[in-house]
């Protein structure tokens, strides 16, 4: 495993599905902790668990400013600092 990005806290909008979902794996595989939104909760969950540990999901629509508000919110509370976007 590669551990570049260990100790780094990422988010990943549009992480569910596609090139966001392959963005955060690889973010994950190379030892960051990646936060992923999406809007379908369904999706979230299984990208969730095919990343594993190193995910935390977060339902949100990124075109609602309330949604991204609490977003930042969550991973400010959480970790303190978010390093990659």
């Given at each position: ?10 988010l ?6 596609g090139?966001?979902?392959a ?51 969550q ?8 390093d990659?976007?």
């Amino acid at each position: 495993m590669n551990t570049t990005l260990a100790g780094k806290i990422a988010l990943v909008t549009g992480g569910s599905t596609g090139i966001g979902l392959a963005t955060a794996q690889e973010l994950a595989a190379q030892g960051a902790k990646v936060y992923i939104t999406g809007r379908r909760q369904a999706e979230l969950d299984a990208a969730r668990a095919d990343i594993g540990a190193a995910a935390v999901a977060i339902r949100a629509d990124v075109s609602r400013m309330a949604d991204l508000d609490a977003v930042y919110a969550q991973i400010a509370k959480e970790e303190g600092r978010l390093d990659i976007l």
